[in-house]
């Protein structure tokens, strides 16, 4: 994304240092099957728009769909979210460039999934009405909890945005051959059309047409690759270590990641980090009920590994045929774009230009539906939770909130696009990273202890979260990525690129400790009102009888 650290930081990186390598070949050979296909995407995601608006007139249809998604649909519209162009480009690009890790990247960006089905989505979808704020708000004090989670919701919202609008623009002017701005004003533009006027239903059908569409372009390729090898997996690893310049180290793990801090960091802000991003979590109010929420992630847990498993597949088999054919490779004897590129050249070599032609346009359909997932994710934040939860005190009409809504989501594209431009030239890899931290340090901390946790205070949520916030934030402009990738600096004060190990520890507690000391009157009704919550969360009463303050 909707809302993966290391592929997407590795994607981004590659398309930002290789876009030049490969850029002059793109633009003189402008893939027109690719542009047609694109076309052809565009216009019928625009259609399923004007169908959606007719449809889209109270704030429930709007924020989610009015609940009428089934629980297929959904999980389809979830691993629509959640498989980015970056998680497709970035984990085949790693198993093409170091092997067996490729598949320990898969298995973690997966193992969120039991987190969000066994730990919040019945209850999430029982307490929720619009937004995961909705639950965390419900027996503590709204104006600060909402702020923060707001706060929280906007910032990995705006820093993801960034990645994805900047990696848009590269994928795309290397694919498309169109000058980088063109190509992040496309996709912002469309971004805006879609949530706009067609809310989440527009969007729940853009990224489900885009999940099949990646689902059916990965199987093909993967079937492609083991064709060739009689599908035996052993003929396509032997191969594949004659090919690699590794050897056989391709087929042992421990190769990108060796210290154990950042692999702990690095795993659980895959993990809790999953579970903490506001357009995933948003997903979940868009199903009738408990029953449809816990199938959406059973569903959605099946289309991610599948496709996981594929990408590994999609990556040895770069290996074998892309290495040793000068037609992918460059004077330095690298694969052109770098190895992120490893998948789309592959797509050439297995089906032609008719196939690489439709693995483009499902790249970039890729990068629009989980825009729009953001996008929503974040409109939502400024209008339902800030306006008229916090400055109207939930006495506005639907319309007024749709409207303000509507002009959260114009603004947010606007700034998509020019925060986009603005850093084109710039290492944008933090952001994601930093994306992720606050999801797990944030989000997930406080929706889990109010879920849990009977002596959760609003003090203890608003302190922690804000601990984790920081922490969050200042560990990543202090490590290496910032401070000296960016910055020029010799060494880095926090020696981790992944905070989240530090910033979880702190934000959990810091909760309790805040918790427990808090002896005030508003901290004994808060624990009072948790049977209540607990009643709510097991029969699904909904939010409409959130305790207020």
């Not at 290397?174 to 706009?196: E, K």
């Not at 490893?342 to 483009?360: E, N, Q």
């Not at 804000?466 to 020029?488: E, K, N, Q, R, S």
Request: glycine letters at 10%; charged letters at 10%; a neutral charge.
């Amino acid at each position: 994304m909707t809302l993966r650290i290391l592929s997407v930081l590795l994607a981004i990186n590659s398309l930002n240092v290789h876009a030049n390598d490969h850029l002059s070949v793109s633009s003189e050979n402008i893939n027109m099957p690719a542009v047609i296909m694109f076309i052809v995407f565009i216009s019928i995601t625009l259609g399923i728009t004007y169908w959606a608006a007719k449809k889209t007139r109270s704030a429930s249809d709007f924020y989610t769909a009015g609940g009428s998604i089934g629980g297929l649909q959904n999980g389809l519209a979830i691993a629509g979210d959640y498989m980015s162009a970056a998680s497709f480009l970035g984990i085949s690009g790693l198993v093409f460039a170091s092997g067996f890790d490729g598949l320990i990247y898969s298995i973690g960006f997966l193992v969120g999934w039991p987190v969000i089905l066994f730990l919040l989505a019945e209850r999430l979808r029982n307490l929720g009405k619009y937004t995961f704020t909705d639950a965390v708000s419900f027996r503590l004090q709204a104006l600060p909890i909402r702020s923060l989670a707001a706060c929280g919701t906007l910032a990995v919202v705006i820093l993801y945005l960034i990645a994805q609008m900047v990696g848009a623009g590269k994928l795309i002017q290397i694919l498309f051959g169109l000058d980088y701005s063109i190509a992040v004003s496309i996709v912002g533009v469309l971004m805006i059309c879609y949530v706009t006027f067609g809310g989440m239903l527009a969007t729940t059908w853009v990224q489900t047409i885009k999940a099949v569409l990646l689902l059916f372009g990965a199987t093909f390729l993967a079937l492609a690759v083991l064709y060739k090898f009689e599908f035996s997996f052993n003929m396509l690893f032997a191969e594949a270590t004659k090919n690699h310049h590794l050897g056989e180290a391709i087929m042992s793990p421990g190769g990108l990641i060796s210290d154990p801090i950042s692999a702990i960091s690095l795993g659980l802000a895959l993990m809790f980090g999953t579970a903490g991003l506001p357009h995933i979590l948003m997903r979940f109010f868009t199903v009738k009920d408990a029953k449809q929420a816990r199938s959406s992630v059973f569903f959605a847990t099946s289309f991610i590994g599948y496709f996981y498993i594929l990408t590994f597949v999609i990556g040895f088999g770069a290996i074998v045929m892309l290495s040793n054919n000068p037609s992918f490779m460059n004077e330095a004897g690298n694969i052109l774009g770098g190895n992120n590129m490893a998948a789309v050249h592959l797509s050439k070599a297995v089906g032609g230009d008719i196939f690489l032609g439709f693995i483009s346009a499902v790249a970039f359909a890729t990068i629009l539906a989980v825009v729009s997932g953001l996008t929503l994710a974040g409109a939502s934040a400024i209008s339902h939770d800030l306006y008229a939860s916090l400055l109207c005190h939930d006495k506005v009409q639907e319309k007024n909130e749709v409207m303000v809504s509507r002009i959260s989501t114009i603004m947010l594209g606007i700034a998509a696009i020019l925060l986009g431009i603005i850093f084109e030239q710039q290492n944008v890899a933090y952001m994601v990273g930093l994306a992720f931290a606050i999801a797990a340090s944030v989000n997930f901390p406080i929706l889990f202890f109010s879920m849990y946790w009977s002596r959760l205070t609003t003090r203890g949520a608003f302190i922690g979260g804000a601990a984790g916030l920081f922490t969050a934030i200042f560990c990543v402009l202090l490590g290496p990525i910032v401070w000296v990738d960016i910055l020029g600096n010799t060494e880095a004060i926090f020696p981790y690129k992944y905070p989240a190990l530090f910033s979880m520890s702190i934000a959990f507690i810091t909760i309790i400790i805040i918790s427990y000391l808090d002896k005030s009157t508003q901290a004994k009704k808060e624990a009072a009102a948790f049977d209540d919550q607990f009643v709510r969360a097991q029969t699904g009463l909904g939010a409409e009888g959130a305790v207020t303050h």
